[in-house]
């Protein structure tokens, strides 16, 4: 089955603990993203990759890695996390004009 | 800063009816145009992507732009229970697919 899945999808962690949230897609898409969701704002985009080892920033790139040593892979790494991190974050691949999202990885910030 | 502007609703609309939701946006060179779905506690899907001028129609879904408006919108016609979700537009950042500025969505409620 084509899907793009997320690891975890819950995680509690505590301010300046370093996490890092798994992304993988199997469609062999070249195009990968991760954004954020919160409230009132809707999805806003984080960083994105084009293609293996080329990535860019999105809106929100503060606070946040990532890395595309592989086509597949795409991990969101959070060096030292924050409250105002806590939030949906949903990882996509796209082919054509069309984005495929994960399930989404629910974060919370103590 | 681009911008992609929705109502939050929520909008609640009796079943059989047409649902208009509508979405405004700050950059003029935008190009194309999409509508996801957001079911509670899902991620989005693509439902509608628009690129011209006019109405495009897919089943009871039809999508309109009116690029000097800078306006576009989605009508659903003969709304279903099921139909009750959050829709998102979305709009490429300066005219190319590689950043997407997302509206905060609208949320839709069909009620028997």
């Known amino acids: 089955e084509a899907q793009v899945t997320q690891n975890p999808r819950y995680l509690i962690t505590v301010t300046g603990k370093k996490l890092t949230v798994t992304c993988s897609q199997n469609?062999?898409?070249?195009?990968m993203s991760w954004y954020r969701q919160d409230p009132g704002l809707g999805l806003r985009q984080i960083y994105y990759s084009m293609n293996v080892e080329v990535t860019d920033k999105g809106d929100v790139p503060e606070g946040y890695k990532v890395s595309r040593k592989e086509k597949r892979n795409f991990p969101l790494i959070l060096e030292s996390p924050s409250p105002n991190q806590t939030s949906l974050y949903f990882c996509a691949s796209k082919s054509g004009e069309t984005q495929y999202f994960g399930p989404g990885t629910r974060l919370l910030v103590l | 800063q681009k911008e992609v502007e929705q109502n939050s609703g929520p909008l609640s609309v009796p079943e059989g009816a047409i649902a208009s939701l509508n979405c405004t946006y700050s950059?003029?060179?935008?190009?194309?145009f999409f509508w996801y779905r957001q079911y509670s506690g899902k991620s989005p899907e693509l439902i509608m992507s628009?690129?011209?001028?006019g109405d495009k129609e897919d089943g009871r879904f039809t999508a309109q732009l009116n690029k000097a408006s800078q306006y576009v919108s989605l009508l659903i016609r003969d709304s279903q229970p099921s139909d009750s979700a959050t829709y998102l537009c979305?709009?490429?950042?300066?005219?190319?697919?590689?950043?997407?500025?997302f509206g905060a969505g609208t949320r839709l409620a069909v009620h028997p």
């Open positions: 469609m062999n898409h070249e195009y």
């Open positions: 950059d003029r060179v935008s190009q194309s």
């Open positions: 979305a709009v490429p950042y300066s005219g190319g697919y590689n950043k997407l500025i």
């Open positions: 628009i690129y011209s001028n």
